[in-house]
């Protein structure tokens, strides 16, 4: 459904002057460089898959997503979704994708959320028994049925970001983009809105893209994700390969009864692994990951073991060490 084939974006940019006597010679003569903002990047999405795009602020992400929705024109490379490309803007592709924005509103202000959904109704054409199935649908669906007359900017920032979510589904779209769509939303609201987006996509599978700073979103939607550094992608793969490759150990964690048995030493484990914790309450010892059960089981031998704890690395974590490893090999 998407398919993107070295696609770059390069921004001429006007180069910052320094100190008072550059900032008036740029009234009259200004410098621009370029900034590639996009580097060739090439990944394919199929119908149903939800593929984050991770990186830092300025990576990209965001330059990747407006040109596949059709908002900013490439430099080079090509790229097809739905068959067309998206910055030619045919009105049969821009009838079937949706672009939600968390930092930017599709709703008007001062209209309720019903009034702006009736216009949107009518720009894409949506038969009334479709939109009346739809609206009903996804308002029960986000519990914000008592809301929708209610005038958006009277809304809680969770309750405007579900009817944002309303008004770029409300035509079904076989695509969608995600940038940033939890963002600034309590714990509460970004779980219903994860919860919603999964159970949308199990029913409709559209094919979507989501951008987001909050690892928790990408690991309760994304199978796949790829890893953007200064506009070119470091890691295009499934997350739990992420973890594989890059979080070799796990850290085995013992909680001991203080009464029992002698203090353990720091030698009885060190032969498994990194010892990060040795003392008369607590074991603490990271481990290859093949041999996390050797270690537990030795813990759960020798010592009064009255909790055991395995922890993986975080993945935000894991992502972060990816870049910085490029950034390192990058300089050298």
């Known amino acids: 459904m998407i398919r993107v084939d070295d696609l770059s974006k390069t921004f ?21 460089v370029d900034k590639d903002a996009v580097k060739g990047v090439s990944f394919e999405v199929g119908e149903g898959e939800i593929v984050g795009l991770v990186g830092a602020n300025g990576a990209g992400k965001t330059t990747i997503v407006k040109m596949l929705a059709g908002i900013i024109y490439p430099s080079a490379g090509d790229a097809e979704v739905l068959g067309f490309r998206p910055w030619e803007r045919h009105n049969e592709l821009r009838r079937q994708i949706a672009l939600i924005m968390g930092q930017k509103a599709q709703l008007w202000w001062d209209l309720p ?31 914000v049925t008592n809301e929708l007359n209610v005038q958006v900017r009277r809304l809680s920032l969770g309750e405007r970001m579900k009817m944002e979510l309303i008004a770029a589904l409300l035509h079904s779209p076989r695509v969608v983009y995600l940038d940033e769509p939890t963002i600034g939303l309590d714990l509460t609201a970004q779980r219903a809105i994860r919860d919603f987006i999964l159970a949308y996509r199990e029913e409709h599978k559209p ?17 796949r994700i790829l890893i953007i550094r200064d506009g ?25 009864s203080k009464t029992g048995s002698p203090a353990p030493s720091t030698i009885d484990v060190e032969r498994y692994g990194e010892v990060v914790e ?27 073991v009255i909790d055991l704890a395995i922890q993986e690395d975080d993945v935000g974590t894991i992502i972060e060490r990816i870049m910085r490893n490029q950034e390192d090999a990058g300089d050298a």
């Open 113 to 143: 959320a019903a009034d702006c959904f009736l216009l949107l109704k009518e720009i894409y054409r949506i038969p009334d028994d479709r939109y009346r199935e739809t609206l009903g649908y996804l308002s029960e669906v986000l519990a």
């Open 278 to 304: 040795c003392d008369p309450n607590q074991v603490c010892v990271r481990v290859p990951r093949d041999g996390v059960a050797e270690v537990a089981a030795h813990l759960l031998q020798h010592w009064p």
């Open 12 to 32: 001429r940019v006007h180069k910052k002057a320094p100190g008072l006597r550059g900032s008036i010679r740029a009234l009259f003569k200004r410098e621009y």
């Open 232 to 256: 070119e992608f470091v890691f295009d793969g499934l997350l739990e390969e992420v973890v594989q490759r890059f979080a070799p150990s796990k850290l085995v964690t013992a909680h001991l």
């Open 207 to 223: 094919a979507m893209i989501l951008t987001s700073h909050y690892m928790e979103d990408i690991q309760r939607l994304c199978k």
